[in-house]
């Protein structure tokens, strides 16, 4: 049955590097990318507990997210009022053991069964967005944060207003397998779960600056490569008997 994540709640927070022009698990567009964009806990974004590939449920979805308190620091710092918060889309799916892994029993290493990793930095968000106090601490960046998340339309994110942040990358060889709904769930477009999807052979970037300058990637043919094994064998086979003869 599919895990179905509550509209709003408390989750966890880490950042991660996602260049700008890099194709993510949903292939949303890489204009998506030049906005506030994060990577979501594994259950969250596929709806299931079995390992997945390509992408989920989650691809697409808009979140707010409200910092509340830097995570496992003494002493404890709360985000000051009014806390950050930001509208995200979600591009990715968050790989972390430690804290993307959490299933419906068992929730992650700090507790929360859901976690948002989000990408920095962007055009549209940097290190800043997280408050600090490096005089007591040492340090400017804590890390983990303990947020809480609500879902929202994506016409609050800001990369709504240009169609070339929206949707799938047209760029991409291969994208009609990708998955990056508009605006989820609030239109009847979602991603069906992706449990059994071949990998990628490697991360997608485009050659350029440009949102849809890429060099096409040639892919293999799964019925070609059967073909040319049956022949090699052959091959093989009879030069074999001619051995033994």
Known sequence: MTWIM???????????????????????????????TAALSSLAYSGDERSSIGPGP??????????????????????PEPCPSVVVKIVDKCPSPEFCSATRSHPNKIGQQIHFD?????????????????????????GVWNIDYKTVSCEEWTGWSNETNLGVEPSYPGYEASCCPINPPYTSEMCAKSI?????????????PSLFN?????????????????TISSWLSINLISLLQ
């Open 6 to 36: 509550p509209a709003t709640g408390s989750a966890s927070l880490t950042h991660y590097d996602l260049p700008l022009n890099y194709l993510a698990s949903c292939g949303c567009a890489y204009g998506a990318g030049y906005h506030a």
């Open 58 to 79: 989650g691809c697409g979805r808009c979140f707010r997210l409200t910092l509340r308190s830097a995570h496992g620091v003494q002493p404890p710092f709360d985000a």
């Open 118 to 142: 989000l990408a920095l930095p962007s055009p549209a968000l940097n290190m800043s967005f997280f408050p600090s106090n490096e005089g007591l601490y040492g340090y400017k960046d804590f």
């Open 196 to 208: 059994k999807a071949p990998p990628p052979s490697s991360t997608y970037r485009s050659a350029g």
């Open 214 to 230: 890429s060099i096409p990637l040639k892919k293999s043919n799964p019925s070609t490569s059967f073909l040319l094994l049956i």
